[in-house]
């Protein structure tokens, strides 16, 4: 099997997307001649050409605007945002239009199109580079939210979100773009939406996390471990609609939960994750949940890894959660 | 080569760049005559008509309490039905909200259009949305959306992906003059110029946005101008003369479907009524600009016209006004009768199917008490 990093399996995605269904395109700045900035979409102009896979002006409002003309039409947009960072000029789209199209016009129109768009920190990027805004997009109805962490997932969800009938926002992890490796299948599979993954079992304490800081999570348990804590640690995969049952099958057998995510944290992902096991598994919490998030500032540059909740932070909320009486 | 739309352009320069056919003694400009039979120009005026008609009824039963709000066109009957005629039937309409009489030129059943005024369990979209913000795919009509430009970006991206696979589609998107400050505008005739799509950009240019005049969208010698930055070609065409609406579209349609790009039409027309029925414009409009607009009226212009032909005599209008009038009662009556949306539908369509959270919400709102102020 194959060994890939994120950026070679979410290209190979897109190519077996587009040799099979022509109706799939490919738009956004720089990802036809040059292969994106990330070089994500690199190849797919030679072989597609410059009908399905197109350099557009330098406009995210025009790009998620003319996607969902496109999508009316019957074809499958795939725009990128080049960082999530400048995603805010389609807001008006993606919230007002392409989340409402199927609902406001009594299911007799759709916008599905997925709308790919790096995401994190931890790269020297400052502010404008950096940012982790799904609560954001979690918050309007209508929009799934999808954000891998490992190129098998990242392949699987990326093919599964193309052919949901739904319109996606698939946030990938740049700074783990390259770095994370694995086998990857050739041909095409699809890993389910809404289904999150145990990436390591453990009875004392559940740890949510997704994208580039699942690994800080893994880190940190196996470091817990080492001091006889054994965190169990959730991949979400799917943001929203968020796999709930894995979610709670977890906390109800460890008693004991932390989430880590990257954004700020009043009003994060986090928020909503806390109050959903609040509601339902209330009586099974032994401690009281912890957020590692970033903070409530803006993204910063110098000092980034003080602002991400890296493993230094996750263990120490990982060990005091698990041993609180 | 010099399109004919430049050209029109050039001939009229002496006239305020404003193409017009129809003149004051109801007699046609020969050079641009669309050529329409007898038949055809009864049918606009009817169809013009018919929307006046139809806005004077929707407003009354939003004074009486009867259906929530009302955007109307009075006053720019000419833009909309000429324009909407002079599409193929291949072709799309991308609205902006004041054209029902397009999307009932192009075959929106009335019933429905009164189905959606009252929110009912046959409105095309399923009381989801305000009066006037309906759908009809059947009619090659798009969605209407309230908020501003929208359909702009939405309508080249769909004339994009028809040229994309070959099919010979032109798309129309229709815009109030307020809207040319809008994002979307900038965005679309952008990439429209960039992609050279078959798209039609229709500029309403009634002279107002709510209360904000035109001189405080643009300082710009007119909208059509805008077109020039972005290498679509503008017209500017008198609104309130539909056979001039008619020749200045169907020539940007064939511009459009010969692979030629986009043109941007600035029709000039006016506002006779308020934004919608919750907008008082005595606040912010003397009566008296309206007096010069009322001599330009577009139905009456069209019916000097007539007159002229011989066609459509007193009596066959009064007819035609009484029929109508029986249609729009039973329309009325119907709707009004007919129940609201079931509870449960508020889930449905949000996605294709239902997730566990809106499952969850649904059984919660079914099982819950029933709110106390009656559906409209």
């Given at each position: ?99 409402k199209y199927r609902y406001r016009s009594g299911g007799e ?217 | ?252 349609v064939r511009r459009a479907a010969e692979g030629q790009g ?65 249609r729009l009662k039973e329309a009325v009556d119907v709707a ?41």
């Amino acid at each position: 099997m194959p060994q890939m990093n994120m950026v070679q399996a979410i290209n190979d995605a897109l190519r077996i997307a587009m040799r099979k269904d022509e109706r799939v395109v490919v738009l956004g700045e720089d990802v036809g001649k040059v292969g994106g900035v990330f070089r994500v979409t690199s190849g797919l102009f030679d072989e597609f050409g410059d009908s399905r896979v197109v350099d557009t002006p330098l406009s995210e409002g025009g790009i998620i605007g003319a996607a969902v003309g496109m999508a009316l039409y019957g074809m499958v947009p795939v725009p990128e945002i080049q960082f999530s960072d400048f995603i805010w000029p389609a807001y008006d789209q993606i919230v007002s239009e392409v989340a409402k199209y199927r609902y406001r016009s009594g299911g007799e129109y759709t916008s599905k199109m997925v709308i790919r768009t790096p995401v994190g920190g931890g790269i020297r990027g400052g502010h404008y580079h950096s940012q982790h805004p799904e609560a954001q997009f979690i918050h309007v109805a209508g929009l799934k939210v999808v954000c891998p962490s490992n190129p098998y997932d990242a392949k699987g969800l990326l093919l599964a979100s193309i052919s949901d009938p739904d319109p996606v926002l698939f946030f990938e992890p740049k700074r783990v773009y390259r770095a994370a490796k694995g086998d990857v299948p050739e041909g095409e599979y699809t890993v389910p939406l809404e289904s999150a993954s145990v990436a390591r079992e453990g009875q004392h304490v559940t740890v949510i996390a997704y994208g580039a800081m699942l690994y800080e999570a893994i880190d940190a348990a196996e470091k817990a471990a080492a001091q006889g804590v054994e965190a169990e640690v959730i991949d979400l995969r799917t943001l929203w609609p968020v796999d709930i049952e894995t979610i709670l099958t977890s906390v109800k057998k460890t008693g004991r939960l932390v989430i880590v995510h990257e954004a700020p944290k009043t009003c994060g992902f986090g928020s909503e994750l806390l109050s959903l096991v609040c509601e339902k598994a209330f009586y099974h919490l032994e401690a009281p949940p912890v957020r590692v998030t970033g903070y409530d500032t803006p993204f910063p540059y110098t000092l980034e890894m003080e602002y991400l909740p890296l493993s230094h932070r996750i263990l120490p909320a990982l060990l005091e959660t698990a041993r609180a009486a | 080569m010099t399109s004919a739309i430049e050209s029109i352009y050039t001939e009229f320069a002496s006239q305020d760049d404003v193409v017009r056919v129809l003149k004051s003694d109801g007699s046609l400009d020969p050079r641009l005559d669309p050529g329409l039979s007898a038949e055809e120009a009864v049918y606009l005026y009817r169809h013009m008509l018919l929307t006046r008609l139809v806005d004077e009824r929707l407003v009354t039963l939003q004074r009486q309490g009867r259906i929530g709000f009302h955007i109307g066109s009075l006053g720019e009957e000419a833009t909309i039905i000429g324009s909407a005629f002079a599409m193929r039937k291949q072709d799309w309409l991308f609205p902006c909200y004041r054209e029902f009489g397009a999307a009932l030129l192009r075959g929106f059943p009335l019933q429905r259009y009164f189905d959606n005024m009252f929110g009912n369990a046959n409105d095309p979209v399923k009381g989801r949305q305000m009066p006037d913000h309906y759908t009809c795919k059947e009619a090659h009509f798009g969605s209407v959306s309230s908020p501003i430009g929208t359909q702009i970006t939405q309508a080249v991206g769909f004339a994009w992906a028809a040229k994309i696979q070959k099919h010979d589609v032109v798309v129309l998107s229709y815009f109030g003059e307020g809207a040319t400050s809008s994002n979307e505008f900038h965005n679309g005739l952008n990439f429209a110029g960039v992609f050279r799509t078959p798209t039609v950009f229709f500029c309403r240019n009634n002279g107002w946005a709510i209360s904000v005049p035109i001189e405080r969208q643009t300082a710009s010698r007119s909208f059509a101008d805008k077109g020039e930055a972005y290498g679509v070609p503008g017209v500017r065409v008198d609104g309130n003369d539909i056979f001039a609406v008619i020749a200045v579209t169907r020539e940007a349609v064939r511009r459009a479907a010969e692979g030629q790009g986009a043109t941007l039409i600035e029709a000039i027309t006016y506002r006779m009524g308020g934004h919608s029925t919750s907008d008082d414009p005595t606040r912010y409009r003397d009566k008296a600009l309206l007096e010069p607009w009322s001599d330009r009226d577009p139905l009456g212009r069209l019916r000097g016209y007539l007159d002229r032909q011989g066609l459509f005599p007193e009596a066959e209008e009064l007819k035609f006004r009484s029929e109508v009038d029986a249609r729009l009662k039973e329309a009325v009556d119907v709707a009004e009768k007919t129940h609201a949306p079931a509870l449960e539908t508020l889930f449905d369509d949000v996605y294709a199917s239902l997730p566990w959270h809106l499952e969850e919400q649904k059984a919660e709102l079914l099982a819950g008490p029933r709110a106390p102020a009656p559906h409209h």
